[in-house]
């Protein structure tokens, strides 16, 4: 019985810290270099928020998420990007790997974190927050590079799964209504 209750607490840490957290930018996370971060430093910018991976049939994508950083960047858009490892091992490397190929190979200058779960027990806050039942657009993630479109305020505004594109004309659109919503 003791196993039982030990195991359900487990579970159900990742879904108490996102619950815990007042808003997005309150989650604690690690940067890429392992440093403490928060989303705090966004607060008031439109985020585009993608599970990422270097070795997925989806990974071109950093191009046009590059792209869209750069052509929305000083109207308020960053976009974010979560190295996971969970579908495919797609994400094998480490952090030190993941930073060097992001910038060699598709001179990614957005913010990158740490590798996370984006499902399953281990499930990041982060991810909770996004895709778990308090979600506005709650489900399992599919893949690597599923979207979130976050307003100013910290809302979940837009999901897009892997094969809609970062610059497609639907994520465009959404990325420019929540930049004009003041």
Do not use: H
């Not at 604690?28 to 439109?46: E, R, T």
């Not at 913010?111 to 996370?116: A, E, G, N």
Request: proline letters at 8%.
């Amino acid at each position: 019985m003791k196993t039982l209750g030990l195991l359900a607490a487990i579970l159900l840490i990742p879904l108490v810290a996102a619950r815990a957290a007042d808003s997005i930018y309150d989650i604690p996370l690690k940067d890429i270099d392992g440093n403490d971060a928060s989303l705090q430093p966004y607060a008031g910018k439109v985020m585009l928020i993608v599970n990422v991976a270097s070795k997925c049939g989806f990974t071109p994508q950093y191009a046009a998420l590059e792209a869209q950083y750069q052509k929305y960047k000083d109207q308020g858009l960053v976009v974010l990007g979560f190295p996971c490892n969970q579908f495919g091992s797609q994400e094998p490397g480490t952090s030190a790997d993941i930073k060097k190929f992001c910038s060699l190979k598709y001179n990614v200058t957005f913010p990158l974190f740490q590798k996370s779960d984006v499902n399953g027990a281990n499930r990041s806050p982060l991810y909770v927050m996004l895709a778990g039942p308090g979600s506005p657009f709650p489900g399992n993630i599919g893949w690597n590079f599923t979207k979130f479109v976050i307003s100013r305020d910290g809302k979940i505004v837009n999901r897009f799964p892997s094969n809609i594109k970062p610059d497609s004309a639907p994520v465009d659109q959404a990325i420019q209504a929540a930049l004009a919503a003041k």
